[in-house]
């Protein structure tokens, strides 16, 4: 092995690597066999995911919303969901098999996880027939619609990088600052109930 | 007396500001008219307590504790930013600290699914994928590789984020206080990566931690073996739980979700694996409803840390300390400039300390302040002549969406009393 200098570690046995090599790719790379029903997903998620998560995947409080929010990107409030925003089914799949249900995570089976996975694509409206049935086999065959909405960072080309000439240092603008927003005014900080907009 | 009982010690920061304005007045006025006086200060005429009898023996603070003259000296959490204090934040009291770098205890915390406890001897790290032989290192395997010491520091993506539609939070904890700088001790990340043998096709690395959220990013490999680090200790102690205990990734200028704490999996790739936290988090929507992904570097910025909203000036006219941190992904910083008046006049600050690339940098203005209304700004320009630039800049650029990278110049304004507020001017 070329870079084996300093003899450190052992080897991985596969079922070790089969234990935690859980990542699902968007080409379907890590999938497991599998397969579940839109139906067979409502009971699960009823059971495990909808006291946080709502009914139809609208969020309780503020726990995320997970369906819906079409259309809404250019928006000013925009919904970002997995029907809305989200651009690779992989991830639903990787996702809620890896931390969900939150508090208690990495406890579904796989059977079961195709059956979620289906029921939020029934959710969100990507499919609509109660009867269809996510696998291993049909995965990669469902795009989600936003995927092609991505672009690759480019915030280097932006025109207040892109000019490294040295700024202004005199005179730089006429006139006295005019104070346009205020925190105080909102008044938010840092113990109040709500504030104008999250991060989560 | 003048324990942290004083019921002085508990007013709020603006009633004490008063109080000594006046205090100080008096003093400064009877000093002039008194000339050799038999009276006088009575914390310099009476014997005090500390001067009197013994303290604690070096038994009583094995681990030591800052000051209870300190105690205000916290993180704080933001509740409402979001839906439980498990997969939340927490700020660094940035207007309360000097120099670069962060005491390990106030370091901010972001975690996605609370802190994972785990005992060192039960900790393992795998590398797999497109490598020669799959490994498997103990914590002890990982002290035996050669160690570096490095000074960085970590911004999470969301820092600032909360301010994109205007003045929100009042005070630099709040609005910049996703931030951290230590001093890192670990190994070379291509020497874990290496020693596995990496495969001539492996151009991506995901790095997975082993807490309940399985948090994981896909890296690109030229990152991964160029200045990655897998650490174990910060500031020469061992990593605090809340920081990833025993072991996390540090990607150094990239933004904080990729330093994966509790590291345990290193899996080779030859794409990235567009996971969740870098497609519905971590992507920065555009105003045209596109977003951008793969924004991993943190851009040049800065911000005035004293005076700020919570650290008003308390001393009257006259000789004043503007102070600040600056700090960019993308090198070192070369230079930072401050406003007094809002934008109209720049001076050039003075850098103090070290200048690390990557890393957190102190700058200072001292100027006489002549007790008029003040809007502060600082301007940082790093290495590679990249500008901070203002709120308005990024936002005719990205729309108010963007959640993450929000590097925008920040305005305090310091009223003549000394008050100072998060505004937003034109």
């Known amino acids: 092995r070329a870079g084996a200098v300093f003899g450190l570690g052992r080897a991985a046995t596969a079922d070790e690597i089969a234990a935690w090599n859980i990542d699902v790719r968007p080409d379907g790379e890590g999938l497991p066999e599998g397969r579940g029903t839109v139906m067979q997903g409502e009971g699960i998620y009823t059971e495990r995911c909808a006291a946080c998560h709502g009914d139809f995947g609208e969020g309780i409080g503020r726990w995320p919303v997970l369906a819906g929010g079409h259309d809404t990107l250019k928006a000013d409030r925009p919904e970002k969901t997995i029907g809305s925003y989200w651009p690779y089914l992989s991830t639903v799949y990787d996702y809620v098999n890896r931390a969900m249900p939150f508090g208690d995570a990495r406890g579904l089976e796989s059977d079961e996880l195709y059956a979620l996975t289906a029921y939020l694509l029934f959710l969100n409206d990507v499919v609509t027939d109660e009867d269809f049935e996510l696998s291993k086999e049909n995965f990669a065959t469902v795009k989600l619609p936003n995927e092609a909405n991505f672009f690759e960072d480019d915030r280097l080309s932006e025109p207040h990088y892109a000019d490294r000439t040295h700024p202004c240092m005199t005179d730089c603008r006429p006139g006295l600052p005019t104070i346009t927003m205020h925190a105080a005014v909102l008044d938010v900080t840092p113990e109040s109930e709500e504030g104008n907009g999250g991060i989560d | 007396m003048?324990?942290?009982?004083?019921?002085?010690?508990?007013?709020?920061?603006?009633?004490f500001l008063k109080a000594g304005l006046g205090g100080g007045a008096a003093l400064a006025a009877a000093g002039v008219s008194g000339g050799a006086r038999a009276a006088g200060d009575p914390l310099i005429t009476e014997v005090?307590?500390?001067?009197?009898?013994?303290?604690?023996?070096?038994d009583s603070r094995p681990y030591g504790r800052p000051s209870d003259f300190e105690s205000q000296v916290v993180r704080r959490n933001v509740a409402w930013l979001t839906a439980d204090p498990i997969s939340s934040v927490n700020f660094t009291p940035l207007h309360e600290l000097d120099g670069i770098i962060t005491p390990n205890g106030l370091c901010f915390e972001r975690h996605h699914s609370g802190i994972a406890e785990i005992a060192p001897q039960d900790h393992r790290i795998m590398v797999h994928?497109?490598?020669?032989?799959?490994?498997?290192?103990?914590?002890?395997?990982?002290?035996r590789f050669p160690r570096e010491n490095r000074i960085y520091f970590l911004e999470c993506a969301a820092n600032s984020g909360m301010e994109w539609r205007g003045a929100q939070l009042n005070g630099c904890q709040f609005t910049h206080g996703m931030l951290h700088c230590v001093m890192y001790t670990g190994v070379r990340l291509r020497h874990l990566l290496e020693e596995a043998g990496l495969k001539a096709n492996g151009t991506w690395l995901l790095a997975e931690g082993a807490d309940a959220s399985g948090m994981a990013r896909s890296i690109p490999m030229e990152k991964a073996l160029d200045d990655c680090l897998v650490a174990f200790r910060q500031n020469g102690e061992a990593l605090r739980p809340e920081q990833g205990y025993p072991v996390r990734l540090v990607v150094p200028g990239w933004e904080g979700n990729m330093w994966v704490k509790w590291l345990r999996r290193l899996e080779v790739g030859d794409q990235p694996w567009e996971l969740r936290e870098e497609t519905s988090k971590y992507t920065d929507l555009m105003a045209n409803g596109k977003a951008r992904r793969?924004?991993?570097?943190?851009?040049?910025?800065?911000v005035i840390t004293s005076p700020s909203p919570q650290a008003p000036l308390m001393h009257e006219r006259g000789r004043t300390v503007v102070t600040g941190l600056a700090w960019s992904g993308h090198g070192t910083i070369e230079r930072v400039d401050v406003t007094i008046d809002g934008g109209r006049n720049w001076h050039t600050a003075r850098l103090d300390g070290p200048s690390l690339p990557m890393a957190l940098h102190r700058f200072y203005f001292d100027f006489d302040w002549d007790g008029s209304e003040l809007f502060l700004q600082s301007r940082a320009i790093d290495e590679r002549g990249l500008v901070q630039p203002t709120k308005d800049a990024l936002r005719a650029v990205r729309g108010e969406n963007s959640i993450y990278h929000n590097n925008g110049i920040q305005t305090w304004h310091v009223g003549k009393d000394g008050t100072v507020e998060n505004v937003e001017i034109s």
């Open chain 2, 294 to 302: 793969h924004t991993f570097a943190m851009d040049v910025k800065s």
């Open chain 2, 2 to 15: 003048a324990k942290s009982d004083d019921p002085a010690r508990k007013s709020t920061r603006r009633s």
């Open chain 2, 48 to 58: 005090q307590d500390w001067n009197r009898y013994s303290g604690d023996g070096v």
């Open chain 2, 129 to 143: 994928g497109l490598v020669d032989t799959p490994l498997v290192f103990t914590m002890a395997d990982l002290m």
